[in-house]
């Protein structure tokens, strides 16, 4: 329905509307807007998010059947930037290496940063959905690797496409420049630094406010999960090259096994957590990888493990890698390993800090998910010790407020099932992983119009 421009010279208009909007449509005179009722907004946003489901659907699936590693996304990115420029973005390619940046101007107003991850992970799908990818991909290096949306990144992107949509056609309830950004490599938390590192607060308008979500395996589908403060943890990734001196597996005596040194070192990095930090403090420390010899009768020269440290806090940080690096010299000492094959302890770029969320925008937009949503679906969650390259938005040396939280997507039937028998449902970066769809989908761009809106909705002071 289209309304005559409001001015001087119009009196106040009142219009009825559609059976789905609830409320009045008011066009002020003297304005340059309609601000409608919130409760009639919300049904404008239903409404359109439940026109662009089918589209939307096609996206999703057709990103799930086809995933593309870390910074190699350039198919996906070329998607967003094709839908974003249809939209009247202005776009730019190629930020950070593979990540999208489009920037809509609407009029005076705070700046609002939607960011969504495109990356999948090197995982062989197995979750048996008719839309699985048995694609084979090259990484980085490149390697041939299955690849797999098994944490949901292709519902982000979904999701920002959406949201773009959505907040176009209800250009004239927000003010303000939206900047939305499809950012490359989450899964190796490169992706945020570098779009950063390639001027992303600097070549586009810096925002006032940078919100995300994530699909979350472990709450029902369609449910909000929030929280302020620390909400994922920080994360370090360690190398650590345990040198030995090799020779014939019928001669140990003349050796010093790496492989020997390494699993006690594995053993005793286990009561780093349990005897060393405070009982009750979150800490996760993790041996992902044990790589080392080449033949059975052989003792190898050395064993290479990879690590993944979690805390919620640096100083808890700090200690685990003073604590690793003792260990490590204390057992290779002990073993008799020569001072210059001493182990090698070495902190990868793989690594980053704790998302924190700002408490006042969180309680601000946990407000406005209540009112949209209803308490039942708007639930307070703990810190989780996964990891997020989203924190780099929020940085102190660049004093923006983020805010991100969760959309549950499993099954409540299978939710409530687990909760029954205590068996898990598979989580995020499982193979079995795979989102219901509905409604899982249209909460990402319902709560994420809702919470740009919300931030730069012109219904202040409107009530429905």
């Known amino acids: 329905m289209s309304i005559p421009p409001a001015s001087r010279h119009h009196p106040r208009w009142r219009l009825s509307i559609a059976a ?25 946003v239903n409404a359109r998010v439940e026109a662009e489901y089918p589209s939307l659907k096609v996206i999703y699936e057709n990103l799930h059947a086809h995933p593309e590693l870390s910074f190699m996304e350039e198919k996906t990115a070329a998607l967003v930037a094709r839908e974003l ?14 990540g999208v940046v489009g920037v809509l101007k609407n009029g005076p107003g705070p700046t609002v940063l939607v960011r969504a991850d495109m990356d999948g992970l090197p995982v062989k799908e197995t979750t048996g959905v008719p839309y699985a990818s048995t694609d084979i991909v090259k990484d980085l290096g490149g390697k041939d690797q299955p690849a797999m949306h098994a944490c949901a990144h292709d519902a982000h992107v979904t999701g920002l496409i959406g949201t773009a949509r959505t907040l176009v056609a209800l250009k004239d309830q927000w003010a303000g420049t939206l900047v939305l950004v499809a950012q490359p490599a989450e899964e190796i938390v490169a992706g945020a630094r570098a779009m950063l590192a390639d001027g992303l607060y600097k070549r586009f308008p810096k925002p006032d406010h940078a919100i995300a979500l994530h699909v979350f395996s472990t709450m029902p589908a369609g449910v909000i999960g929030y929280g302020e403060g620390p909400f994922l943890a920080s994360v370090t990734s360690m190398d650590i090259l345990v040198r030995g001196v090799g020779g014939h597996g019928s001669a140990p005596h003349t050796t010093k096994d790496p492989i020997v040194i390494a699993s006690e070192i594995v053993l005793a990095l286990q009561t780093i957590v349990s005897r060393e930090i405070k009982p009750g403090t979150p800490a996760v420390v993790t041996v992902g990888t044990f790589h080392g010899g080449l033949k059975r009768n052989i003792i190898s020269d050395e064993v290479k493990l990879e690590l993944t440290l979690r805390s919620f806090d640096d100083k808890v940080m700090a200690h685990l890698i003073s604590s690793i690096r003792r260990i490590c010299a204390g057992i290779a000492q002990a073993a008799g390993v020569p001072e210059d094959r001493m182990p090698v302890v070495t902190l990868t770029p793989e690594s980053v800090s704790v998302t924190s969320n700002d408490p006042t925008l969180t309680r601000r937009l946990a407000g406005t998910f209540t009112e949209w949503f209803g308490a039942e679906r708007v639930k307070v ?5 996964g990891a997020e390259d989203f924190s780099e938005f929020g ?70």
């Not at 969650?381 to 010790?385: E, G």
Request: with cysteine.
């Open 85 to 98: 420029r249809s939209l009247g973005f202005e776009v730019t390619e190629k930020v950070g290496n593979t």
């Open 381 to 385: 969650q703990p810190p989780i010790t």
């Open 20 to 44: 789905s909007l609830i409320g009045a449509l008011w066009v002020l005179r003297g304005a340059t807007f309609a601000a409608i009722p919130a409760e009639a907004l919300r049904s404008l």
């Open 395 to 464: 940085r102190p040396q660049y004093g923006v407020p983020i805010c991100m939280w969760w959309v549950g997507a499993t099954d409540p039937a299978k939710f409530a099932e687990s909760e029954r028998t205590g068996v898990p449902v598979p989580s995020n970066h499982s193979a079995t992983f795979a989102p219901v769809i509905e409604p899982t989908l249209k909460t990402c761009v319902a709560s994420m119009s809702a919470a740009v809106l919300e931030l730069l909705g012109r219904t202040s002071g409107v009530k429905p």
